[in-house]
C-alpha cells in the first residue's frame, strides 16, 4: 500500500540551530504539503508544492519538491522554541483524499 | 472566530457505550473528513462527505457512522465502543472533494479515551 516515509522519527535540538528533515514516498506525488501540529492541536498547512524541483520558503521554513517527485524535504533556520511540534507531509492518493506521513516530532532545547 | 469547530474536546466513557462527536465549520467548504490519530501520531483518513454525500468510506468498523444534517456540519457517531477506540479523532473540510491539492483545515481535535 502506499507509503510516506518521514525522518528523523524525532530530534532534539538547540534553540537556534537549522533542521532539516524529509519525505520519501513508494509512489509519485503531483503535490507535496507540509503541515504543522502543535501539542494538543490540529495540523495547520505550512507550505504547499506543486511543480516537481520547485523551491518554497514561509518565514523560516523552506521546503522542496524532489527532482523524481518520490520525496520532498523541509527546513527551518534559526529554530526558536515555537518550532515546537509534529512535522507531517501529505499528499493527494488516489482517491484525491490527504494522505500522510508518518510524522517527524521536533523539540527545541532553549 | 473558529474555522472548524469540534465538540467535546476531551471525551471519557466506558466500553460498550454510544457516543457521538460533533464537527462545524464556517469556511463555507463542500466537504468535510474524519481523520483518527493513534497512540504513534499516525493520521488516518476515516471519511469524507461531499454535499452530505459520503464520498469515502475507509475500512472503518460499521461501529462507526458519519452523520451530515447540513455541509457545514459532520459528526461522528460511534456505537459499542471499544478499548481499541481510544484515539484523537480529527475533522476537516476542504473547498470541494477536488481540492486536495490545496490542503485541508483541521479542527483541534476530540481526545477519545474508552476505558
Known amino acids: 500500500g502506499q507509503q510516506l516515509n518521514q525522518s528523523p522519527q524525532s530530534m532534539f535540538i538547540q534553540e537556534g540551530e537549522d533542521v532539516s528533515m524529509n519525505c520519501t514516498s513508494s509512489?509519485?506525488?503531483?503535490?507535496w504539503l507540509w503541515y504543522k501540529q502543535d501539542p494538543g492541536e490540529g495540523p495547520v498547512l505550512l507550505i504547499a508544492?506543486?511543480?516537481?524541483?520547485e523551491l518554497t520558503s514561509n518565514g523560516r521554513l523552506t521546503a522542496q519538491f524532489g527532482i523524481t517527485r518520490k520525496d520532498s524535504f523541509l527546513n527551518i533556520s534559526a529554530s526558536i522554541p515555537s518550532d515546537v511540534g509534529i512535522y507531517f507531509c501529505a499528499g493527494p492518493s488516489g482517491a484525491n483524499n490527504l494522505f500522510f506521513g508518518t510524522g517527524t516530532r521536533l523539540t527545541v532545547i532553549p | 472566530d473558529t474555522a472548524v469547530s469540534q465538540t467535546p474536546k476531551y471525551l471519557v466513557t466506558q466500553m460498550g457505550n454510544d457516543k457521538s462527536i460533533k464537527c462545524e465549520q464556517n469556511?463555507?467548504?463542500?466537504?468535510m473528513y474524519w481523520y483518527k490519530q493513534d497512540s504513534k501520531k499516525f493520521l488516518k483518513i476515516m471519511f469524507s462527505?461531499?454535499?452530505?454525500?459520503?464520498?469515502i468510506n475507509e475500512t472503518v468498523p460499521n461501529r462507526f457512522s458519519p452523520k451530515s444534517p447540513d455541509k457545514a456540519h459532520l459528526n461522528l457517531h460511534i456505537n459499542s465502543l471499544e478499548l481499541g477506540d481510544s484515539a484523537v479523532y480529527f475533522c476537516?473540510?476542504?473547498?470541494?472533494?477536488?481540492?486536495?491539492?490545496?490542503?485541508?483545515?483541521f479542527g483541534s481535535g476530540t481526545r477519545l479515551t474508552v476505558v
Open positions: 508544492l506543486y511543480k516537481a524541483g
Open positions: 476537516a473540510s476542504s473547498q470541494d472533494a477536488t481540492t486536495a491539492n490545496y490542503g485541508y483545515t
Open positions: 462527505y461531499n454535499n452530505k454525500e459520503l464520498i
Open positions: 469556511l463555507g467548504h463542500d466537504t
Open positions: 509512489s509519485i506525488f503531483n503535490t
